[in-house]
């Protein structure tokens, strides 16, 4: 029994057993887990990532050797949406916004590998599950080239630092992180009665307030109106990513003329613009001015206002029963129990949204513990659990992007800012488990022939493999059947 | 009734099937043919993401459409009929169009009125007025079906709207690495006696891939993940493919993705409207004689807002644009009315007020092209919806 609880442990909660995991996870199999509760261990090794700053600073370098200065009239736009008007870019425009989008990709590329890496390998497997949670619940996706470069560091540095933390603070990173700014294009939203979106003929984006509202706090109808969203979105007006261009935007210019008091502190700011090229700011001049209603409650303006009302999101029953709801569809079952969403949701109010404690209280579900594996692994958990169990990282194939492809879950490319879906209808169709067919066929022949398939299943499942899979596996033909039929074995494309 | 696969041609794979499943292959099921259908088709597109439907076939007589959209209006859109200009990057649809094989439904909109794209789509695919069910509607229609049809959707994961209890469903995508050897194909079978889940997708897959036979290794069909316009043509190609195979399905489902332009909309919507024209093109010459008596319609979640925002895109609105083609559509009109752009008949001061039900075009569609009974229609497959009567004259 207390075997079951280890492979459970690992399989459920975890990325997947690795070799002697789950005997080391069963002595103890809740403490185990809540071990794993501290920041550190939802941290990713960054060795030869770049921090967003750096994201920018290369675009800018590239800029500069092309002898584009950033921000000049005609420069690439950083934070421009996919195929913004007018005008087309000149040849040496196309030139340099190819060579940052090769940048992007290649740094994009680093970033699934590590990804891939760290999840392999990591002995905080839970603390990994974890963070991917919430980095798909603030899902931000390498949609266009504007934003492939910005995904990886918004992951390591919006979500992963605060899983543990505060929701609140979570919430913050996230909003006001550029790489949220730019995927919902709060970047460009400016305060519609502002003189800088008369002179550009530019206004309100509400994208990133129907979002935080619908995906990251309340959820859908749970009774906030159109007419909130606007308001938030004029709340949200005025945060932006800081550079050149948005003092363009914003009207300030750097080598504004005169003396006066108010053109030399225009120069100030423009200058602090310059340094903080690629950091979230917030800009008074973009922003609404006023006080806005939000959820019957006004808030007055300026810098403090979007913050005030995420605060207030971040404590609304709604957003906790939200919340609660999608993790027990993720730990529990793809429709869970109502008694497993009120325990998560009770743990949430009685910390005022405390992320740790929140974590214990998923692992004290025991409607969670449940002896059959009932959710069905998306393609990513498919391939780190297979990468886990072996050790090797034959499951992601030569071509990583074929693979991922081929399975339909690129990482860091969910369909939409809804992140991936978490139930298995949504994984499990007929193309898709033919496709998972073929990945196992073609992996089972790279795998190492070290161990043999039931060995696998011991190491990788435990108590959790049945007599029927026990009995198919070892009647194979060949070692290659044994693999391929222990990969597409209903517990191990579950967990 | 029985099983979709047994309507599909024979290939190997098909031998495999008659071992393991007795209870989907029932007696006297030699169907092959279903007489019902007459060889008539349906393609459904789900344009996800929204399609800005006033910037695909603008109302350009209008008196106030230049006051709320005039950079959003494409200068050189094709004159159609009734005071609407189809976007010029489409220049084949407004051919057909001329030709009478197409149509479109302007300002139309399911019964949801909020504007979250999710609750939208799924809205829309399950054909639920408020709440979201697990089953999609195409799927409650082939459990009412008045013959044996069968229905396939392109891509690698099956959309909600063909979800549920009937599984007369495939789904395809082009294979990308070696497959499994029919020995173990065979023992997989076996070890999913007791999991209906994995069962069930497994013999479609295995159905789907007996069709796509020939298709195998032509990378160039449906490949790739759901993706953007670049797969717009290859997956409209692989639901032509399907259609047309003797006793192949009777309906295709395929996905269309990256209709939300919230900020650059023109650049976005010239490439996605080129992709979709050359798309429907592309159906049309791979039905070949099919084509005459299949009936397209294309539709999004929702439409788009009439005033263009702050980054010369459009945000979430409610009106939309349903695009009709194929040769068992009366086209060359227009269905439907145009509630008109003058700000008292905005609804909620900002979005196109839907005129037409959706649900009434998809029963009028169910009903006229392919045979469903009216009562099924307004209870069992859209529950509720008696007051979305079938539109008639569609086909």
Known sequence: ?495 | MTLALNSFALNRRHLLLAGFSATFISAGAANAATPESKGRKLVVIILRGAMDGMAALPKIDDPDIRAHRASLIDPKAIALSDGFALHSAMPKLAALYQAKQAAFVPAIAGPYRERSHFEAQDLLECGGVKSVSDDGWLNRALQKAPAAYSAVSIGPSQPLILRGASTHTSSWSPPVLPEASDDTLNRLMDLYESDPVLKASLTAAVGAEAVAGSMAGDKSMGGGRGGGPAQYTPQLQAAGKFLAQPDGPEIAVVSLEGWDTHTGQNGALQQRFTALDNGIDALRTQLGDTWKNTAVMAISEFGRTVRVNGGQGTDHGTGGLAILAGGAIKGGRMYGDWPTLKAAALYENRDLTPAVDARSVFKGLLRDQLGWAANDLDSKIFADSAVAKPMGGLV
Not at chain 1, 458 to 483: K, M, N
Request: proline share 6%.
């Open chain 1, 1 to 495: 029994m207390t075997q079951l609880q280890g492979a459970i442990a690992a399989t459920r909660f975890g990325m997947g057993a690795r070799p002697g995991e789950i005997a080391a996870a069963s002595s103890d199999a809740r403490g185990w887990l809540k071990a794993q509760i501290k920041a550190s261990a939802a941290a990713i090794p960054d060795n030869g990532l770049l921090s967003t700053k750096q994201v920018y600073e290369a675009r800018r370098e590239i800029q500069m050797e092309n002898g584009m200065a950033p921000g000049a009239p005609g420069a690439p736009q950083p934070v421009r949406g996919q195929n913004q008007q007018p005008g087309q870019p000149t040849e040496a425009q196309r030139t340099i916004n190819q060579m940052i989008q090769r940048e992007s990709r290649e740094g994009l590329q680093k970033e699934v590998a590590a990804r891939g890496r760290h999840a392999a390998s990591t002995d905080t497997s839970f603390a990994e599950r974890w963070a991917r949670f919430w980095a798909n619940h603030f899902t931000v996706a390498a949609r266009n080239a504007q934003i492939i470069g910005l995904v990886g560091p918004f992951e390591r540095e919006a979500i992963r630092p605060n899983v543990f933390g505060n929701f609140g603070t979570l919430l913050g990173a996230s909003s006001f992180h550029p790489g949220m700014l730019v995927y919902l294009d709060a970047a460009r939203s400016i305060g519609p009665t502002t003189e800088a979106a008369k002179r550009r003929d530019a206004g309100l984006n509400e994208n990133l307030a129907r979002e935080i509202m619908e995906l990251h706090t309340l959820g859908v109808g749970s009774g906030y109106t159109q007419a909130d969203i606007i308001e938030f979105a004029k709340a949200l007006t005025g945060w932006t990513i800081g550079g050149p261009q948005t003092a363009r935007l914003a009207g300030i210019r750097p080598n504004a003329a005169g003396n006066g008091r108010q053109q030399r502190a225009l120069r100030e700011v423009a200058q602090e613009m310059q340094r903080e090229a690629g950091e979230a700011i917030f800009v008074e001049q973009l922003h609404e001015p006023g006080s806005r209603t939000v959820l019957g409650k006004t808030y007055p303006g300026a810098k403090g206002q979007a913050s005030a009302i995420l605060d207030d999101l971040v404590m609304s029953p709604a957003t906790a029963h939200h919340i609660a709801t999608k993790l027990a569809r993720h730990f529990v079952a793809d429709h869970p129990p109502e008694s497993a969403i009120k325990k998560i949701e009770t743990a949430w109010m009685k910390s005022n949204a405390d992320l740790s404690a929140v974590a214990r209280a998923v692992i004290d579900l025991d409607e969670a513990w449940a002896e059959q594996p009932v959710k069905f692994k998306q393609p990513e958990e498919l391939l780190i659990s297979v990468a886990r169990a072996t050790g090797e990282d034959s499951a992601f194939g030569r071509d990583q992007r074929a693979v991922y492809q081929s399975l339909a879950q690129q990482p860091f490319s969910a369909p939409s800012p809804a992140g991936w879906p978490d139930d298995t209808a949504s994984w499990s169709g007929a193309d898709a488990i033919k496709k998972r067919l073929e990945w196992a066929n073609s992996v089972s022949r790279r795998m190492s022939r070290a161990m043999t398939p039931s060995e696998f299943l011991d190491r990788a499942l435990g108590p959790i493999a049945g007599t029927r899979t026990r009995q198919a596996v070892s009647r194979a033909e060949s070692a290659e059947q044994g693999f391929t039929l222990a990969l597409m074995s209903p517990e191990f494309q579950r967990r």
